[in-house]
Nanobody
Framework: VQLQASGGGLVQPGGSLRLSCAAS????????MGWFRQAPGLEREGVSS????????YYADSVKGRFTITRDKAKNTVYLQMNNLKPEDTAIYYC????????WGQGTLVTVSS
């Protein structure tokens, strides 16, 4: 099983990024999937999750209205569109099943700074 997150980078406050999570070794559409992040010195936290069918999504209060999670069954990939980014969104972003049952990948670093 591999979870390969990509799409991070350096962006100015107010900017946007789209993260991708390519799953291999399992069918991600069989699971509720989630995005998580870990900022320096802090514990990993859940950011967003999406149901198996993609019809339901959850967002942490801190990102509600700014982030959108989607999934593509054919590509076995989950996405996180992040708009109006803030410095406090700076973190390494990871994906996993909603209950974090697979080994964590390397994540992708998002840095929001002017």
């Amino acid at each position: 099983v591999q979870l390969q997150a990509s799409g991070g980078g350096l962006v100015q406050p107010g900017g946007s990024l789209r993260l991708s999570c390519a799953a291999s070794g399992f069918t991600s559409d069989d699971y509720a999937m989630g995005w998580f992040r870990q900022a320096p010195g802090l514990e990993r936290e859940g950011v967003s999750s999406i149901s198996m069918g993609g019809g339901l999504a959850y967002y942490a209060d801190s990102v509600k209205g700014r982030f959108t999670i989607t999934r593509d069954k054919a590509k076995n990939t989950v996405y996180l569109q992040m708009n109006n980014l803030k410095p406090e969104d700076t973190a390494i972003y990871y994906c996993n099943t909603e209950v974090s049952q697979w080994p964590w990948g390397q994540g992708t670093l998002v840095t929001v700074s002017s």
